[in-house]
């Protein structure tokens, strides 16, 4: 289902934190993050998965990124936090709309 999500021209993502309250090796108050990944609306049948992630490390969107060149639509691109926004081999042109970042991803 990656794959097939990977090859749409646009791909919607957000992450909200949540605390798993027995997972080894973390504290009960840890955050962890549970992502959504979707396909636009307007192109086909609807694509959406879900991801648990330890951290909100970089190294987590770009994995799931990888391969991916389309347009990006978040809420949450920190340069600092999420490196794969300003790193190659992704380059990338933010184009601010209200409170929502497109994001052209090309790989």
């Not at 999500?5 to 993502?13: A, C, E, F, H, Q």
């Not at 998965?49 to 639509?73: H, M, P, V």
């Not at 936090?81 to 970042?101: A, C, E, R, T």
């Amino acid at each position: 289902m990656r794959e097939k999500l990977l090859t749409y021209d646009i791909v919607m993502s957000d992450e909200t934190t949540i605390q798993c309250n027995k997972e080894e090796g973390r504290k009960a108050s840890s955050n962890s993050y549970f992502w959504l990944h979707r396909n636009g609306p307007c192109e086909g049948a609807p694509v959406i998965l879900f991801q648990y992630t330890r951290t909100r490390a970089g190294e987590n969107a770009r994995k799931f990124l990888d391969g991916f060149s389309g347009y990006l639509i978040t809420d949450y691109a920190d340069k600092l936090n999420i490196p794969m926004f300003s790193q190659p081999p992704i380059s990338v042109d933010p184009i601010y709309i209200g409170i929502l970042q497109f994001l052209v991803i090309t790989s």
